[in-house]
């Protein structure tokens, strides 16, 4: 069988996904009213109406992206070296291909599309994959939105010490979860949510420009730098042992295949998923390029994260960390909301099996409890940069590497599959297998530093 990379997947046309898929959500509607659900409800009852376009899929991608982690991105390089910059390139491609893989996987029945991440690694692996899928993606997602709460609380706590203002960090995260918690609880599916998207990429591609640019015009001169430096910064192409570890947290960037099948299941145009991934994928990688090669630019083995840390109090650069916190404020959801959404079909939170006022209330429970242990966490370990390097060695390079590949030569059976295809989920997977286990040593080791140390 020969599989062509733009197509959705064998003996699936565009057509019939659309009719598919229209036929899903109708028989979703009936079912809801029945006390009688079945298996194959499971696979119906998220199913959403196909109405949006490839643009709001588009922000959707780039929401959960560009964020927060491009303030952790130039100490990333500088792990690694200018290296570093070509790994953003070719993640970049590897996550678009890595996506179009697991689209097709999600087509790899005829007549039906399998509705989500945990799904599709059920129907190739049984209930272990299922669980373990469930439990990957939840570990994920609210992981990302722990570093999320850390950044937003200790930057609000800056900003109003330099008012004269005094508030302590916990007191900042609170803060920001109970901001968070509002859309995230009233907020069913990620459909409901892409007007958020918009704001919240408009806001976090201001950051990065202001960002780059300040790194640039304060950059390390013999006249103007930090007290803590007495000497300049120093540049290297590439370090090799950094490698593992920066795949790690350059992955967590590109790590979207759990909220895909969502993404994928609001296209008016579910045909368009290939090449609207792609360009998503080059406007990411232009903002990570250009957030983190100013950076390293400018501070060079000097470089901490967040790189808000390197600049100076200036009112553009206050500026843009209120910005990234009120985008991050608008990202979580669409993070949080596909964490939950497969959570709770696992769980079975659903109309159908519940009815609506019984479904809303545990939904509104769930992710109450959610919010509240990621506060929990965000205050007993507020360490950005080494939260972020570990959420990235243990579940996005699993995300981004393992699954999406496991999944379809599985699904597929590898004598169905062109043969450069195998041999490039090999690389893949053997890729994700090191940065994995090296990303979690460096990870584990950087935290007990920071802990001991008392700063991150």
């Known amino acids: 069988m020969r599989i062509a990379l733009d197509s959705d997947a064998p003996g699936v046309s565009d057509t019939s996904t659309t009719a598919n898929t229209s036929d899903f959500t109708n028989s979703s509607d009936q079912h809801s009213s029945s006390k009688a659900v079945t298996d194959s409800d499971v696979y119906l009852e998220h199913a959403v109406p196909r109405n949006g376009s490839w643009v709001g899929a588009v922000f959707n991608v780039m929401c959960i992206s560009i964020g927060t982690g491009t303030m952790n991105l130039p100490s990333v390089v500088r792990r690694c070296g200018w290296f570093g910059i070509i790994l953003f390139v070719l993640m970049a491609i590897v996550g678009w291909y890595v996506g179009v893989l697991f689209k097709r996987s999600m087509y790899s029945r005829p007549g039906r599309r399998i509705s989500s991440f945990s799904l599709v690694m059920r129907e190739a692996f049984g209930p272990a994959g299922y669980w373990f899928a469930t439990a990957i993606t939840y570990l994920y997602c609210c992981g990302t939105v722990v570093s999320w709460i850390i950044i937003s609380g ?249 699954v999406p590949v496991f999944c379809y030569v599985k699904l597929f059976g590898w004598r169905k599959i062109l043969k450069y295809e195998l041999v490039l989920c090999f690389i893949l997977a053997a890729v994700g297998a090191v940065a994995c286990v090296w990303g979690l040593i460096d990870a584990i080791k950087s935290l007990r530093t920071a802990i001991q140390n008392g700063h991150g």
């Open 154 to 402: 200790t930057q609000i706590t800056r900003l109003l010490g330099f008012a004269d203002a005094h508030l302590n960090e916990k007191a900042s995260m609170a803060i920001i979860a109970i901001a968070m918690w509002v859309p995230f609880t009233l907020l069913k599916t990620l459909g409901e949510i892409t007007i958020s998207s918009v704001f919240g990429v408009l806001t976090a591609m201001f950051t990065v420009v202001v960002l780059g640019v300040t790194s640039l015009q304060h950059k390390y001169t013999d006249t103007n730098h930090s007290p803590e430096f007495d000497s300049g910064p120093t540049h290297t192409f590439i370090i090799g042992s950094g490698i593992p570890s920066a795949l790690a947290s350059i992955s967590f960037m590109y790590a979207g295949a759990v909220v895909f099948p969502h993404i994928e299941a609001n296209m008016k145009r579910p045909h368009q998923f290939g090449w609207m991934l792609s360009l998503s994928n080059m406007l990411v990688c232009g903002a990570y390029i250009l957030s983190s090669a100013t950076g390293y630019v400018a501070f060079g083995n000097q470089t901490v994260s967040p790189i808000l840390n390197n600049l100076p109090n200036l009112a553009i650069v206050n500026a843009a960390t209120i910005l990234i916190i009120v985008h991050v404020v608008f990202a979580a959801p669409v993070m949080l909301v596909s964490a939950n959404l497969e959570l709770e079909l696992a769980l079975g939170v659903m109309p159908g099996l519940m009815g609506k006022r019984r479904e809303f209330m545990w939904r509104a429970l769930m992710r109450t409890v959610t919010m509240g242990i990621l506060l929990g966490v965000s205050i007993a370990i507020p360490y950005f940069g080494q939260v972020i390097d570990l959420v990235s060695a243990i579940s996005t390079t699993v995300v981004f590497f393992l």
